[in-house]
C-alpha cells in the first residue's frame, strides 16, 4: 500500500510538471518577436523565389545562413521541414564552393570569404552533405565543402598583416580586399595667382587624436 501511495504521488508529481512545460513553451509570442519571424520568413520567400540558392548573388551564403537557421530545433541542414529546402541549401553551398566570386576567387576578400566560412561551417556541422547537388551552371562533382573550408582559412591567414596587435597599428589585422588601383586625376589649369594673405599656425587642441590610417599591403 505504502509503495503504490508513493508510486501515486510520483506520477502525480511528474504529471504536473509535464504540464508546467507544456504551458510555458506555449507561451504566445510578443507582437515584436511575431514581426520578426514573419520577416524573415517573407526574406526567405524572397530569396526562394528570386534565385539566392540557386544563382550568383552577392549573398548567398547570409542567404543559406538565414535557412539555416530559421529552424527552431532542430537547427541547420537537418532541421529543414519546408519541401526543397535541403535541395536549396546544397544548391547555395556548391556556389560558395564552385563560384569564382567565393570559394574558387584568387585572393581574400573578407566580404565574399566571410560568407564561404560560416555559410559552409553551420552547413556542414548540421548535416548537409560534403559533396552538395549542383544549381544550373555550376558543377560540384567530387568538390568538398570541407576542403573549401579549409582553402579559405589558408587564405585568410596568409594574408593576415604580421606582427603583434597594437593601439595604431594594423599588425595582426585584415583589410576588406586587396587595394584596388588609384585613378589619376585628369589634369587642370594652372590656378590664377593671388596675393598671399597672411595665415596664423593652427592652435593646437590636446583633445584631437591623429587619424589612423592602415598603409600596410592589404
Known sequence: MMLRRTLRKSISA???????ITALSAQ?????ETDVND???DGLQFARTNGHFTAYKAANGLSLLALLQKE???????GL???????LAQNAACILIDNGNFGDRGGFYSYYDGQVLMGLSVYLSTGGPDTPAAPAGHDCTG???????????DRALATQTGGAPAAGSCAGFWATAPPAATPRRPSSPAPVSRRPRPS????????????FRCSTPR
Request: positive net charge; charged residues 20%; glycine residues 4%.
Open 72 to 78: 527552431t530545433i532542430p537547427a541547420g541542414y537537418d
Open 81 to 87: 521541414t519546408v519541401a526543397g529546402d535541403k535541395t
Open 28 to 32: 504566445a509570442l510578443t507582437p515584436f
Open 200 to 211: 596664423t599656425p593652427p592652435r593646437a587642441n590636446p583633445r584631437t587624436r591623429p587619424a
Open 14 to 20: 511528474a504529471a504536473a510538471a509535464a504540464l508546467c
Open 143 to 153: 568538390r568538398s565543402a570541407r576542403a573549401t573550408i579549409d582553402k579559405v582559412v
Open 39 to 41: 520577416a524573415i520568413d
